[in-house]
């Protein structure tokens, strides 16, 4: 991966923050990554519980900016499946899709007519901090999937948190395209007793909230119309009411062509300890989109998509834990389903799955309004 910051030592004061130099990036960057070091007994650093840091992935294409934010306080937390928690890790997985257009899926950066760039900020929210950082990045095309003309899949986001407060947003943007919705998910990996989530300011629709055994958490939510799912670069953050956020995914897929009034069918859910995920949406319109997710802590082998479906959220493993998802046309029938295989649950949980229609209806417009994303009043201090 190139680097966007090498590993060096920071050190912050309430008020104070590290902005790292805008750099230029390649077009097809595909995912943002920052670490920070956390204490442990070995290496205690100047963190204590108290301090608490935000933290932000920022990719800026041709001056609007789409971000992933986290959160993290500090202190030594237990050591998880006998591996110490030596390290904080926010990715950023940036929009990618048709951004309302027919042809080959394009990363964001590919749209740009000027300028690809990217940085990351350390904030902190409250105590002062000594820590060490790096930030990298990942680039690949984007994958070649087809495009479809009903309800239509448009871009995909993402992000991953590891050992944060249970706070997570990501930037999504919908370019352009009729009757607009949105479906955010997310993985937890902790003792997470709710979840809320919001896009663009706007309160979400729940869809499920599933729990294998306490610390595996997997939560969905919808929202669709003209007047709710805005054009341009927005914010879709996910909150889990819990203390400690050992592991957290959100992912956000949009999709044009969706009913307002009754955007989506009935969801279908599952969960097990053994075996490979599959649950089924009963009988989707032909010119549907389903959608699903899956949290599993099965790790070390593969975890293949259902022939008929297209992977839309494939983020890196965080502490063996993963949140996948993806999106299958109504006229395959609505079964969705994983193969694991070649690996074992690492930590003997197993998977939970939801899945749900986005129905069809043809009206309306929208059109693309960038949004800036950025108003800052605390002092930079950039290395």
Known sequence: MPALVSRRPISLQPGERITTPVLD????????????KRPTSATPLAWPAGATLQTRLVLVVDGVEY?????????????????????????????WGFFGQEGPPRRIGQTARQAVRAYCEVIPLRGAITTEMDA???????????????????????????DGDGTLSVSHTISSGTDPAVFVSGGHGDDASAVSSTYAGNAMTSLWFLERGAPLKNAAFRLAGDANVPTGAQTAQ??????????????VISMTGVDGTTP????????????????????????????????????????????????????????????LGSSQLGSAGGAMTWTFSG????????????????????????VPIPVAMRSYQQRRVVV
Do not use: C
Not at 238 to 251: L, N
């Open 343 to 366: 690996g074992a649950f690492e930590y003997a949980i197993g998977w939970d799955q939801g899945a749900v229609e986005f129905k069809p209806v043809s009206a309306g417009g929208t």
């Open 25 to 36: 990036v390649d077009p097809q960057t595909a995912m943002l990554v920052l670490r920070l």
């Open 238 to 251: 996910m909150v889990f009411t819990a203390a400690d956020s050992f592991v957290q995914h959100i992912g």
């Open 136 to 162: 990298e990045t990942l680039i690949l095309p984007a994958p070649a999937r087809p495009f479809h003309g009903s309800v239509a899949f448009h871009n995909a986001s993402s992000a991953g948190e590891t």
């Open 264 to 323: 989506v069918g009935t969801p279908a859910t599952g969960g097990s300890t053994t075996g490979s995920p599959s649950v089924t949406v009963s009988s989707p319109s032909a010119d549907s989109l389903v959608v699903d997710t899956v949290t599993t802590d099965y790790d070390g082998g593969s975890r293949t998509v259902g022939a008929d479906q297209t992977a839309r959220i494939t983020p890196t493993s965080i502490y063996s834990i993963y949140t």
């Open 67 to 95: 971000a992933a934010t986290g959160q993290v306080t500090g202190g030594m937390r237990a050591p998880r499946n006998g591996r110490d928690r030596a390290e904080y890790v926010l990715t950023f997985e940036p929009p």
